[in-house]
């Protein structure tokens, strides 16, 4: 078989547009030890200050791993998933993991309380994050809410930032999106304030406004504060089944959530951008396109794990042996075996949502 | 002696102004029982919503006066005063007495830390607070840094304003000054989280625009929070000595700090801008204008309690009996007296400090 790139590791147009214009860092597999699978097949495409990350887990110096659970949506979806592997890649590699649970956020929208936010995040969000694979002995959690030191920070971030610097960051201003902005910025260094550290945020690439703006308060309060600027990772979303860059709630069909009934999951898989041709004799010919494959997407971005099995179900379909169809049936019975597992560990993980480690506030 | 109105009861234009531009009702002082010296004298002269104030006050129903100390400046001033002595009033007819340490806005100016904010505050701000006749007993303190309620009332009351909005209250907007007013908006009503109860602010009208950023959120929260607007009580500033509408730190040798040295203090009453006439001879003729001397006005502010005293000062200055370099002198023994009653009880208040009611938090 010969050496190909089988998962479309080059970037689309859309993502090299952004790494070009925002100056990130173009992220190869080889800058980390042991690249997880996300990281191998270029769903990871990009970042910010990789390489003090990448110097801290081979020479083993602390740095930490942080990200953010917004309780207000009932379900999670794949990007909550891609968020929390690339986590537990850092936890692994020696990196300390802080989870907080943006229930200031959540608890603005309509309809949801503080209250109400906290509540979902104990019953769904916190376990939903532990079953997919955060080890929760190793992980620190947090509810914006009470942290009186991330909404100081926020204060005073709020302070070093002029209305057109915002907007050139964000594309418009308004306070409630200021007020959210500063907070999370607060967030990012939050695990700073106890001891100095390089740390990195695992997000998709459309939160790199927030990680702008953060470098930028950062840098303006180097004198007080002298935190390290945090480091990002950037994911690809995971693309629509009807192709588009990104599922989405407002098409019901062509998304997935976590957890979703697999017989409905696999009704919407039988409908998805096939890259199969249009008859069977022609597929035998030339081929399957597995590049256009919204299954094989799924399949290469979260559910064939080993990198030898996926390159054979590549090559079969390339060649035509294996028809678009048989793909969605593959696709089907591992979508099945995911959300039946995905379950399984969820109801295991609520179980020890009172054992876990909750920052105590003064 | 014929009845007339002493005191320039009749608001100058820039009030008058202030007060049909903003829909401020005008303060009269038969609406509160037993109105103080600046309730009498129109130095009191607007605000919003009092007669639920009033209502409270003569049926002993609850409410509380709520200010706040921006511990960022070595001194205190007149304005300060004119707040203590209106909170005063509210706290001797029955109203719960809050005082927020700006510690926030205070830590987010150059050079001065949350730290730095809280030891001035301790030091000094909050003796003062006491000196000037708040009853520490009567009194309860916070520290806005600590107060989470607070920040996640402000976060909520972000979301609820446009741009636009804050930019047609405050005339201009940047994050800092959103951070700052949302934040305060959450102070106002802060009392009344524990129990929902009327409350007032007594505030220079310079301040007015603070509260109607927080009136009007509160409106648009009305079906999840249900808080009484804030009621609001507007005073004019301690002129200038040289006649400005304000005393600035930019003049110094026209505004006069609490504590401030007798001797330097009286030096700069020589100077002040005075209602005599040009010569001897023209003042025991025409007689002297009180309306345009600064240390009448003085006098009628802040260190003439009793208003027959007032009445007769006045009197013999208006029909040239008594001469400028004459009040001036008076002015300058009675302001000796001031500070050096202030200086006396701001280091008695300084030991009271350890007693004090802070809100203890969670």
């Known amino acids: 078989m010969p050496t190909i790139d089988p998962w479309g590791a080059e970037l689309p147009a859309e993502y090299e547009r952004i790494v070009t214009s925002f100056g990130l860092e173009q992220f190869s597999p080889t800058i980390f030890p042991e690249p997880n699978r996300l990281m191998r097949r270029g769903v990871v495409f990009g970042g910010r200050d990789l390489k003090i990350i990448a110097d801290c887990i ?54 949801v309380t503080l209250e109400d936010a906290r509540r979902r995040a104990m019953e769904f969000h916190i376990p939903a994050y532990l079953a997919l694979g955060l080890d929760p002995k190793k992980t620190v959690f947090y509810f914006q809410s009470e942290n009186k030191a991330v909404m100081n920070l926020g204060y005073e971030f709020a302070k070093k930032i002029t ?54 308060v950062v840098a303006r309060t180097k004198t007080k504060y002298n935190f390290f600027p945090p480091s990002s990772l950037y994911h690809k979303f995971t693309p629509s089944l009807d192709g588009d860059l990104k599922m989405s709630k407002s098409k019901p069909g062509s998304a ?34 597995p590049e256009k494959d919204m ?50 560990k969820l109801d295991k993980a609520r179980k020890q949502v009172g054992k876990l480690h909750f920052v105590k506030f003064g």
């Open 295 to 344: 299954v094989f997407e799924l399949m290469k971005q979260h559910l064939v794990e080993d990198d030898v099995e996926l390159q054979r179900i590549y090559a079969q379909y390339k060649s035509g042996k294996l028809l678009s169809g048989e793909l969605k049936q593959m696709g089907c019975d591992l979508i099945t075996e995911f959300m039946t597992d995905f379950t399984k």
């Open 256 to 289: 997935i959530e976590l957890p979703e009934e697999p017989a409905v999951v696999c009704k919407k898989l039988k409908n998805a951008l096939s890259g199969g041709r249009d008859t069977l004799d022609e597929h035998r010919r030339l081929g399957g396109q």
């Open 163 to 216: 209305l057109n610097e915002f907007e050139a960051i964000y594309g418009a201003a308004d306070p409630g999106r200021i007020m959210a902005a500063v907070t999370q910025a607060g967030d990012m260094v939050y695990p700073q304030l106890a001891t100095r550290m390089p740390g990195i945020i695992p997000v998709g690439v459309d939160q790199d406004p927030h990680l702008r703006l953060c470098r930028d």
């Open 58 to 111: 081979r020479n083993k110096k602390p740095f930490y791993a942080l990200s953010g659970i917004m309780p207000s949506a009932d379900k999670i979806h794949f990007g909550n998933k891609i968020v929390v592997e690339n986590l537990r890649y850092f936890q692994d590699h020696g990196g300390h993991t802080v989870i907080l649970i943006a229930d200031l956020e959540a608890g603005c929208t309509r309809g």
